[in-house]
C-alpha cells in the first residue's frame, strides 16, 4: 500500500481557509487519493477524492501536485463543526475471483482544531 | 434517507462468549466492508464483500466470521477465539468498483465485562 505521511495536529482560525497537507510519495499511476475526517465517536465521513487533476465539491477543495507525491485538502472558510480528525488516504485495490475491491488503509490522521 | 446503520452502538461481551454486530444498509451497495478501530489509530480491514453470497478475508480476519445472505445486509461476528476484542467497530458500504468512495456507518463500540 502506499503510505500517506500527515502532521499530527493543525490549528486553524474560524472563517478561515484551513489547509491540510499529506505525503504520498509511492503512489502508483492508478491509485486514487482519498480525504476523510472522523469527529469523536462517530463513523469517518467521506470529503473528496481524486487522482491528479485538482478537484473541488461543497465541502473542500483538492489540490494535487502536478508529480502526485503530495496533496493538499482545502477547508475554504472553517467552521467549529469542522474540528475533527482529517485522513489521507491512497485506495488500495484488491483483486479477487469474483471481481475487485479496494481496502482503505488508514493512518493516524491529522486531527484540526478549529478555533474562535 | 438513505444510509448505512449499525445496531447496537454499545456491546459487551462476556469472556467465551460470542456475538455479533449488525450492519444495513438501504443505499443499494453491492460492496460492503467491516473494519476495527483501536484508540488512537487508523482503521483496519477484517473482512469484506463485494456482492451476495461472497465474502474474503482482510488483514485481521482471525477471531472473526461473516455472512453476505441479502444485498442490504453485512453481519460481524466476534468469536470466543478472538482475544482482543474490545475496539470500535465500523461497518462501510460502496457501490463498487475501483474509484467510488466508501461510506461508513457510526459503528459499534464492543467491551469486554
Known amino acids: 500500500d502506499a503510505k500517506t505521511t500527515q502532521p499530527p495536529s493543525m490549528d486553524c482560525a474560524e472563517g478561515r481557509a484551513a489547509n491540510l497537507p499529506c505525503n504520498h510519495s509511492?503512489?502508483?499511476?492508478?491509485?486514487?487519493v482519498y480525504w476523510y475526517r472522523q469527529i469523536h465517536s462517530q463513523g469517518p465521513q467521506y470529503i473528496i477524492h481524486g487522482l491528479k487533476n485538482n478537484e473541488t465539491n461543497e465541502m473542500a477543495s483538492l489540490i494535487i501536485t502536478e508529480d502526485r507525491k503530495s496533496s493538499t485538502l482545502i477547508l475554504p472558510h472553517a467552521t467549529l463543526r469542522d474540528t475533527a480528525v482529517y485522513y489521507c488516504?491512497?485506495?488500495?485495490?484488491?483483486?479477487?475471483?469474483?471481481?475487485?475491491?479496494?481496502?482503505?488503509?488508514f493512518g493516524t490522521g491529522t486531527r484540526l482544531q478549529v478555533t474562535l | 434517507d438513505g444510509g448505512i446503520t449499525q445496531s447496537p452502538k454499545y456491546l459487551f461481551r462476556k469472556e467465551g462468549q460470542n456475538v455479533t454486530l449488525s450492519c444495513e444498509q438501504n443505499l443499494n451497495h453491492d460492496a460492503m466492508y467491516w473494519y476495527r478501530q483501536d484508540p488512537g489509530q487508523g482503521l483496519r480491514l477484517i473482512y469484506y464483500s463485494q456482492i451476495v453470497n461472497d465474502f474474503q478475508k482482510g488483514d485481521i480476519a482471525e477471531g472473526y466470521s461473516v455472512s453476505r445472505e441479502k444485498k442490504e445486509s453485512f453481519p460481524l461476528t466476534v468469536t470466543s477465539a478472538q482475544k482482543n476484542p474490545t475496539a470500535f467497530y465500523l461497518c462501510?458500504?460502496?457501490?463498487?468498483?475501483?474509484?467510488?468512495?466508501?461510506?461508513f456507518g457510526d459503528g459499534t463500540r464492543l467491551s469486554i465485562l
Open positions: 509511492t503512489i502508483s499511476g492508478n491509485e486514487y
Open positions: 462501510a458500504s460502496s457501490i463498487g468498483g475501483l474509484v467510488q468512495p466508501q461510506h
Open positions: 488516504i491512497v485506495r488500495f485495490n484488491l483483486q479477487h475471483n469474483t471481481g475487485t475491491a479496494s481496502k482503505l488503509t
